[in-house]
């Protein structure tokens, strides 16, 4: 099992920046992929961004290319998802989850999933 926590949300003006964090706690963090997605009320969820279990590629949604970056530290085991040039289209639960899959910007590669957390871009 991995356990997973997001922090970091909150409200912020378009055109201004939030980190989210997601602290892991179980199973070695460093071996799985890890991915934010995020889900807008009576939208499905979407991908956002991936980084792979090394550290060394990403991948980002076309909508947050440029704007958003993913990254990690497996000392302590939290990754992380830096977000500038907010814009109201952003708002949305942000979650991270964990992956021992192939194709990470596939919701059923993840096998865990944490709580979310809210964002919300005023306009």
């Known amino acids: 099992q991995v356990q997973l926590v997001e922090s970091g949300g909150g409200l912020v003006q378009a055109g201004g920046s939030l980190r989210l964090s997601c602290a892991a706690a179980g199973r070695t963090f460093s071996r799985y992929n890890m991915g934010w997605f995020r889900q807008a009320p009576g939208k499905e969820r979407e991908f956002v961004a991936a980084?792979?279990?090394?550290?060394?590629?990403?991948y980002d949604a076309d909508s947050v290319k440029g704007r958003f970056t993913i990254s990690r530290d497996d000392a302590k085991s939290t990754v992380y998802l830096q977000m500038n040039s907010l814009k109201p289209e952003d708002t949305a639960v942000y979650y991270c989850?964990?992956?021992?899959?192939?194709?990470?910007?596939?919701?059923?590669?993840?096998?865990?999933w944490g709580p979310g957390t809210q964002v919300t871009v005023s306009s």
């Open positions: 980084i792979a279990r090394s550290g060394g590629t990403t």
């Open positions: 989850a964990a992956s021992s899959g192939f194709i990470l910007n596939i919701k059923r590669e993840y096998d865990y």
